[in-house]
């Protein structure tokens, strides 16, 4: 330790002088407390255990907005998804970037328009008439997906699919640890409204007003 030999000097007030260095010990030890203050809240967030929040996609094929009581519509046929809209952010404005499901997905997980990403055809029954019928397009690897960068940030992935165009030879498992296929041969036929299912087969269609298939 130093200890510093201070002089008095001729037309110095030492009581003033001492009052100076008061001060400055004062303002000295305040910011070094609070120094130590910072550093050990720092080391104590630090070792806390971070937490993350669980993100979850559910991705409804063919739905449209205005058939769902939180858009309007009149009857109770999505109370689960109204309840949680309640409950959450809704977008009134949301546009798709492709009219069917696949180059949809694709650009829902890469923000890539489906002109970028390439992924247009279906064997031939969709996109291009000329294309075909025994090819089709893929999601390329060197697309970053979502997924990867979830897991990249230390997320455990996994994904349920029953859409037979979200497989993943098609290129959908990036970036996930698992990836369950249901339906692989097709998604099942969805069952009539009389049969009280809250969608309906291709071809039925509800009266907005009554509420009754027609």
């Not at 200890?3 to 030492?14: D, E, I, N």
């Not at 369950?180 to 809250?198: D, F, I, K, N, W």
Request: charge should be neutral.
């Amino acid at each position: 330790m130093t200890l510093a030999r201070l002089r008095h000097r001729p037309g110095a007030s030492p009581g003033g002088q001492s009052a100076v260095h008061r001060r400055w010990l004062g303002l000295v030890l305040g910011f070094t407390a609070l120094a130590i203050i910072i550093l050990a809240v720092g080391m104590f967030l630090r070792s806390r255990p971070r937490t993350t929040p669980s993100i979850i996609f559910i991705l409804i094929d063919t739905l449209r907005a205005d058939y769902l009581g939180t858009y309007g519509f009149p009857c109770n046929v999505s109370p689960a998804i109204d309840r949680f809209a309640a409950q959450s952010v809704v977008f009134e404005n949301a546009f798709a970037q492709a009219p069917w499901t696949k180059p949809s997905v694709a650009s829902i997980f890469t923000s890539f328009h489906p002109e970028q990403h390439g992924v247009l055809t279906h064997r031939g029954r969709y996109g291009d008439p000329s294309a075909p019928t025994d090819e089709t397009d893929v999601l390329p690897e060197e697309a970053l997906t979502l997924a990867e960068c979830l897991h990249a940030a230390g997320y455990a992935t996994a994904a349920v699919v029953a859409n037979p165009w979200i497989l993943r030879e098609l290129g959908f498992a990036q970036g996930f640890e698992t990836f369950l296929e249901l339906g692989r041969r097709g998604t099942p036929a969805g069952r009539s409204c009389e049969q009280g299912a809250p969608g309906s087969r291709a071809g039925t269609t509800v009266d907005r007003s009554s509420c009754t298939c027609t």
